[in-house]
């Protein structure tokens, strides 16, 4: 029983984040994504008693995808210059091969709930920028300067 759960649950948010992917947070209604999902739509709301824990559930989903990326770009050996590059790069990329999906996860108007996690999204690759830039720095690579500072211009500049 559990497993028919679990698994309805992942038809439930792919369903989802293919219609986010194609339509952002407005296409995501209920009916549209048990439709894609082929399931009835009182079963979303088994899994999602609302669209906005819905919505929250699509945020995580795809930033942990981003996240991940962002993780592996920056792991490849090289100066801390070069992993930001290649954070950057990655970031970039993979925006611009799903401009409604960064759309959605970076700047749509959406619930506030899933502002609250946008947020901590920005803070984590923040985080993730912040720690290149003082090992950057603490290396002689790149000039003396406030790595959370210039990680939150840069994630800014970037993000949106």
């Known amino acids: 029983m559990q497993a028919r759960l679990d698994s309805q649950r992942v038809a439930i948010v792919d369903a989802a984040l293919a219609i986010l992917a194609e339509h952002g947070y407005p296409g995501c209604s209920m009916a549209a994504?048990?439709?894609r999902a082929g399931i009835a739509t009182g079963t979303v709301?088994?899994?999602f008693p609302s669209k906005a824990e819905l919505a929250v559930e699509?945020?995580?989903?795809a930033?942990?995808?981003e996240v991940r990326a962002i993780d592996e770009a920056m792991a490849v050996p090289?100066?801390?210059t070069?992993?930001?590059v290649a954070f950057v790069e990655t970031f970039a990329g993979r925006a611009l091969k799903s401009p409604r999906l960064a759309y959605a996860?970076?700047?749509e108007p959406v619930d506030p709930a899933v502002e609250t996690e946008r947020l901590a999204f920005r803070r984590t690759f923040r985080g993730q920028a912040a720690k290149q830039i003082a090992r950057g720095v603490h290396s002689g690579a790149l000039p003396p300067?406030?790595?959370e500072t210039t990680a939150a211009a840069l994630i800014g500049a970037v993000g949106g």
């Open 78 to 80: 090289g100066t801390a």
């Open 33 to 35: 994504v048990a439709a």
């Open 82 to 84: 070069e992993r930001i």
């Open 63 to 65: 930033v942990g995808r």
């Open 58 to 61: 699509l945020f995580r989903t």
């Open 45 to 47: 709301y088994k899994h």
């Open 105 to 107: 996860l970076l700047a």
């Open 145 to 147: 300067q406030d790595p």
